[in-house]
């Protein structure tokens, strides 16, 4: 049996998702390589989660993206129960405020019929309201998508890595593709900021950066990535405005429109704006005034009353990979043999990722001529951290009598147990997750995502970690590189040498 050596650059939601395909075969050794600390920090880490139905994407002028969006929609619902990663289905709503909108807005229903999309249907002003009263009474309709879901993006990304390392991939954290080395028209692996991984087929996944990969091997030269910026308003989850399905506005040529939803964790989300930005402005996530201000106009065209601006608990924005066409390239090439483009990856990519996984697959399989052999024993289940949160004082109780940790609370705004906490970090350093963040552990247990932002358990989530990797208190990191939580005694000591003291 010939056995492949498969190396994926980028650890995101597209990457992720086709190391957990490829973990199906006995004969392929996978290794998923990314440059952050942790996976998922990229794209899929900002977005606004939506499980898009299908009938947004033009069959004619992007039909892969029809086709794989549809079919990813379908995909999630088995890989959310499979990987018990939190997710919800409520369906969305497409509001039109104008008879231009209205004009706008039936396009999609063409759409859907030819995607085959089920039961996407134009709905009016009283069925609008019954489907969602916290609508705007002056809405006159909605293009109403019964099969819109939600994820929550960084866990499905932890998920699907925990369950891919779990069925044999081998993950590298804080390893930096620079050049993808080919030889006698084959490629032969990657080199990397930690020396040479070999390589028989490299999938470059690697979001933002895909057109730097793609480039160093010389294939359509033509493609570039241009970052367009999106920006969102998240509040506390005790406002009281939730539209129970997902409401949006009428797209236009740059974007989906901007989106009111509920998060799977309650918190009422709004955003995403869509700006162009130059090419090389790829870590470009501050938020703007002009855009926040957008997004609250946007906003009052399709919500009844807004929410109070006072709640708003964290501002943040998200790139896309925006091609210069609109379209995914997705294209495995026979020259260099073994190079695999999966670039460009706009909206709907985290919807459509399972199914890019598996186009990847027959992609490989037809151009490289793959003879795989499945796995007879692949194990396509994860279960989620354990969490006292949502849970009654008897269930508290139990799981106390099993561990005590579960009873000392750590992060008071989300509910998050010191035993949590532990657990996140003993699944970090199982994938082989190099250096515990204190984010990762946010993204892991959402200790640090509530109203106070982590200001209460930071330092308690990185005292736990100091205890828990050996490494002081003051060189755990929260996010990336130097910055850590600090030893009071130890800055002042510094600034006292600099004459500042
Ligand atoms: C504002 C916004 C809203 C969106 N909303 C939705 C939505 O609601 N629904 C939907 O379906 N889609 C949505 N999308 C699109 C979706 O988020 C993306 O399609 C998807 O996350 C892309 O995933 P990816 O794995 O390709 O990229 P990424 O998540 O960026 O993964 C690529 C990874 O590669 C790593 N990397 C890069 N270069 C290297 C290198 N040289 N070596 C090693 N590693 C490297 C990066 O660090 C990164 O982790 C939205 C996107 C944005 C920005």
């Known amino acids: ?11 995101g939601i597209i990457g992720a998702s086709i190391a957990r395909i490829l973990s199906m075969y006995e004969n392929i050794d996978v290794s998923l390589i990314e440059k952050e600390p942790d996976v998922g920090w990229g794209v899929s880490k900002a977005n606004t989660a939506v499980i898009h139905p299908g009938h947004e994407e033009d069959p004619k002028s992007y039909p892969l993206r029809a086709r794989l969006c549809k079919e990813g929609n379908e995909l999630w619902r088995e890989w959310v129960r499979e990987l018990d990663i939190p997710a919800k289905w409520p369906g969305e709503l497409m509001v039109f405020t104008s008879d231009e909108e209205e004009k706008a807005a039936e396009k999609y229903i063409e759409f859907a019929k030819v995607n085959k999309v089920p039961g996407v249907r134009v709905v009016y002003r009283e ?11 002056d809405a006159l309709g909605a293009v109403y998508a019964p099969t819109a879901g939600m994820i929550s993006p960084m866990e499905a990304v932890i998920a699907i890595v925990e369950n ?7 993950l590298f954290t804080e390893t930096e593709v620079f050049n993808v080395r080919v030889s006698a028209n084959r490629v032969i692996g990657v080199d990397t900021n930690r020396g040479f991984i070999e390589a028989d087929v490299v999938i470059n996944a690697a979001g933002l950066y895909a057109d730097k990969i793609s480039n160093v091997v010389g294939v359509d030269t033509w493609f570039f990535i241009k970052p367009r910026r999106g ?9 009281d405005i939730k539209p129970t399905r997902i409401l949006h506005t009428v797209p236009t040529l740059v974007t989906k429109g901007v989106y009111v939803v509920t ?4 918190n009422l989300m709004i955003g995403p704006t869509a700006e162009d930005l130059p090419v090389d402005a790829r870590e470009a996530t501050l938020t703007t005034r002009e855009g926040l201000e957008y997004l609250w106009r946007e906003a009052g065209k399709i919500l009844k009353v807004l929410p109070p601006r006072s709640r708003v608990i964290r501002t943040f924005a998200g790139l896309r990979p925006e091609p210069p066409n609109g379209q995914w390239l997705i294209k495995a090439y026979d020259s260099p043999w073994g190079f695999v483009n999966v670039a460009g990856t706009r909206s709907p990519g ?10 990847v697959l027959e992609q490989m399989r037809s151009v490289f001529d793959l003879r795989l052999v499945k796995k007879e024993k692949w194990n396509p289940f994860r279960k989620d951290i354990v969490r006292v949160r949502n849970r009654s004082i008897e269930e508290i109780d139990r799981l106390v009598e099993t561990n005590p940790d579960y009873g000392e609370i750590l992060c008071y705004c989300r509910m998050v147990s010191k035993a949590e906490v532990v657990e996140a970090i003993k699944r970090m350093k199982a994938i082989g997750v190099k250096t515990i963040t204190v984010d990762g552990i946010k993204f892991r247990t959402y200790a640090g995502m509530g109203k106070c932002q982590g200001s209460f358990c930071r330092w308690r989530v990185a005292l736990l970690v100091s205890k828990y990797t050996g490494v002081p208190l003051e060189s755990v990191v929260v996010k990336r590189g130097s910055y850590g939580v600090g030893d009071v005694k130890l800055l002042l000591r510094g600034r006292a040498a600099k004459g500042q003291g």
Request: charged share 20%.
């Open 127 to 137: 069925e609008l309201r019954a489907l969602e009263p916290t609508v705007n009474p």
């Open 350 to 359: 985290l919807t459509a990722a399972p199914a890019i996984a598996l186009h």
């Open 231 to 239: 920006e969102y308003l998240l509040f506390d989850e005790d406002v």
């Open 1 to 11: 049996m010939h056995r492949y050596r498969v190396a994926i650059v980028g650890a």
């Open 164 to 170: 891919a390392v779990e069925n044999g991939v081998k």
């Open 263 to 266: 998060t799977v964790h309650g």
